[in-house]
């Protein structure tokens, strides 16, 4: 059975970022995943939570999410 074309929904970018409700775009920070014991308390810190994505790279995560309710 075929299914039908259309647009979808780039599900690897769906995971990383995440839209606000004023249509801001959040990732998490890279190096947080493993060697964490050769980084100090504050480096470890400061890689916790999210941060906004640069307003360059933003186009491209929104091509890759087109069901985003943006603007």
């Known amino acids: 059975m075929r299914r039908p074309k259309g647009i979808k929904t780039r599900k690897a970018v769906a995971k990383?970022?995440?839209?606000t409700a004023t249509g801001k775009i959040l990732r998490s920070s890279a190096g947080k995943r493993h060697l964490l014991q050769s980084?100090?308390?504050?480096?470890?810190?400061?890689?916790?939570?999210?941060t906004l994505v640069h307003e360059r790279d933003q186009y491209k995560i929104l091509q890759n999410l087109p069901f985003s309710h943006r603007g």
């Open 16 to 19: 990383r970022f995440k839209i």
């Open 39 to 50: 980084k100090n308390a504050k480096r470890r810190r400061k890689l916790a939570g999210t």
